[in-house]
């Protein structure tokens, strides 16, 4: 059974830090690209950052650009998105989701963890 699970969201004030972690059982993780994308109160997904699935690239949406920076290890199955400076605007339900290069949509989803920004 494929499981991905979210962890290090919460509370954090206006130009604070959080790191998120996705730990990834049940697939082969490493023939795996991983993203992250986010759903603030009454938006709709947006798209945050990529990361192939042997780690030698990645990709950011413009809004987290040079604050966030997505990284991996196969070894732990595990991937994180360390956010700094935050703001307000960053307040959403953070996702982890899995694509295969082949594949033209996301094949697997986690749960997302709560990160608020306010102070």
């Known amino acids: 059974e494929v499981h991905l699970v979210e962890s290090g969201g919460g509370l954090v004030q206006p130009g604070g830090s959080l790191r998120l972690s996705c730990a990834a059982s049940g697939f082969t993780y490493s023939y795996y690209a991983m993203s992250w994308v986010r759903q603030a109160p009454a938006k709709g997904l947006e798209w945050v950052s990529t990361?192939?699935?042997?780690?030698?690239?990645?990709r950011y949406a413009d809004s987290v650009k040079g604050r966030f920076t997505i990284s991996r290890d196969n070894a732990k199955n595990t991937v994180y998105l360390q956010m700094n400076s935050l703001k307000p605007e960053d307040t959403a339900v953070y996702y982890c989701?899995?694509?295969?290069?082949?594949?033209?949509?996301?094949?697997?989803w986690g749960q997302g963890t709560q990160v608020t920004v306010s102070s």
């Open positions: 990361i192939r699935d042997d780690g030698s690239s990645t």
């Open positions: 989701a899995a694509r295969r290069v082949t594949a033209t949509s996301y094949n697997f």
